[in-house]
């Protein structure tokens, strides 16, 4: 018997609640597997702008100077922007799963073609190309997991997810001890063999994701009823195939005006109107991790290299510890926020990440730290703000309704990163030829009063999201009283 019923263009529908009710399973772990690898391909990309910073400015074709590798790395941010929003406003017309391969496919055209690179201007173009694939393919992963998770670990999923950049920080650090090491590859060769390694993950990855469904909210929402009904009956079967058991009592449905389109007159209203405290907080916590995290993490081989002495080739092994302190962080932290709530513990992550960071820019101003001590104390600080970092993403991802998730998602990213992410790069690459410690200390001070900043405002405006559906968490603009 179906548990959708439609009458002309209103919809009732059981589906948000029994993809709550489920169990976790395999088909969840695969889910996470197919499509949180998106930032670990991110983590990749970072990484390797940031490990293969010595090598692009001793490259004898390249020849870069700190600001020219402080604004690629803005390019790449750039581009990230731009694609998260165009390709944002299509998962949201189009639809999840399209999206998520085109904009993989993106990713690994524009990554290997990276590697190809012959002046700085061909470097940019491919890095903005780059940021572009993997900014839109944050909204629509985004979007997809936030569909498909249950809620009541809904939390700790997204942050694990996200936490998973680290991983690909991990083997883009390793990836670059290896092809940075003189005895195997050639100076001008190494780096791109580096970049090569995200395209061929990427092809891997695309082979993956072909058995994930579209999200059925998203299918219910746009009146494609029978779709949406055979893909919730299969993962319920495929859940209760593997031994897994839930109640199957009815559960409440919700009424929905079937729609096609969004238009861009709603979106205006939602955020500036009817949601703008929302939009306040997603927008602060978007920009502060921005700027914390992007600013320090892209000139990491920089400030190593200048201020410690530290070899190029050598740089990797000191992102590795790094790396694994803010992989840990999230998996970690994360289920707190499903037990100690959002409000709590996302307000407690950005405002010890700031003080922990200004401890530390007094520290490095001082001249207390060397090479390796300023990496333990990165490692303990973003062991904290890796976990809030990712907040920020499921926050603005759970906290909109369903027909603008996607567009809301790549809305605040893009704002975000403009702000916070963008602009950072180029000024800590500006700061570090500076060659001056108090200069490069006031921008860690104004990267941990942003956040916080940040911690007050979550504080005073948050949403207790956890454990609740999305619909109850913000109701459907095509919701039926």
């Known amino acids: 018997m179906t548990d959708i019923t439609q009458s002309g263009r209103i919809i009732e529908t059981d589906i948000p609640a029994r993809l709550d009710r489920l169990p976790w399973g395999r088909f969840h772990t695969l889910v996470v597997i197919a499509l949180g690898v998106t930032w670990a391909l991110d983590g990749l990309e970072v990484t390797l702008a940031g490990t293969l910073a010595g090598a692009l400015k001793q490259s004898p074709l390249l020849q870069f100077t700190n600001t020219q590798i402080g604004l690629a790395s803005s390019a790449y941010l750039a581009g990230a922007v731009t694609g998260g929003l165009g ?7 189009l639809g999840r799963r399209k999206l998520f391969f085109i904009t993989l496919a993106l990713y690994v055209v524009a990554t290997a073609a990276t590697a190809f690179s012959w ?5 940019v173009v491919f890095r903005f190309l780059t940021g572009a694939g993997i900014g839109g393919e944050y909204t629509a992963i985004n979007s997809t997991i936030q569909e498909l998770i249950p809620a009541r670990v809904r939390g700790r999923t997204d942050l694990a997810i996200n936490g998973c950049f680290w991983l690909g920080a991990l083997l883009g650090a390793g990836g670059a001890s290896v092809v940075l090491d003189p005895a195997l590859f050639q100076p001008d060769h190494g780096w791109r063999f580096a970049f090569l390694i995200g395209a061929v993950l990427g092809l891997l990855i695309l082979l993956m994701r072909l058995w994930i469904p579209e999200s059925p909210r998203w299918l219910v929402l746009h009146g494609r009823v029978e779709e949406a009904h055979k893909i919730i009956e299969d993962i319920e079967t495929w859940v209760t195939g593997r031994g897994h058991r839930f109640d199957p009592a009815p559960v409440p449905k919700l009424k929905l005006h079937a729609r096609d389109r969004l238009h861009v007159r709603e979106v205006v209203h939602v955020l500036f109107d009817l949601h703008r405290r929302r939009a306040i907080v997603g927008l602060v916590l978007m920009a502060a991790q921005a700027f914390f995290y992007n600013a320090i993490f892209f000139t990491y081989a920089l400030v190593l ?3 410690y002495g530290v070899p190029s080739d050598d740089v990797g092994h000191y992102i590795i510890p790094f790396a694994i302190g803010n992989l840990l962080g999230p998996l970690i932290l994360g289920p707190l926020f499903d037990s100690v709530g959002r409000r709590t513990m996302i307000a407690l992550t950005y405002a010890v990440s700031g003080i922990l960071l200004a401890a530390t820019a007094w520290l490095f101003w001082a001249g207390y730290l060397n090479a390796m001590t300023q990496t333990i104390a990165w490692s303990v600080i973003f062991f904290v703000a890796s976990a809030a970092a990712s907040s920020a993403y499921l926050t603005v991802s759970e906290t909109f309704p369903l027909e603008l998730r996607a567009i809301a998602i790549a809305i605040f ?6 702000i916070g992410g963008v602009a950072g790069p180029a000024i800590f690459g500006a700061l570090i030829d500076t060659g001056s410690r108090p200069h490069l200390a006031y921008g860690y001070l104004a990267g941990a009063l942003l956040m916080i900043a940040a911690a007050l405002v979550q504080w005073r405006w948050g949403v207790a999201a956890e ?5 109850s968490v913000c109701r459907p603009l095509a919701a039926v009283d």
């Open 87 to 93: 390709f944002g406003w299509l998962t949201d017309i």
């Open 305 to 307: 290299a200048d201020f």
């Open 467 to 471: 454990r609740r559906s999305l619909e």
């Open 413 to 418: 990213y893009a704002i975000g990163t403009g």
């Open 119 to 123: 002046d700085f201007w061909s470097f």
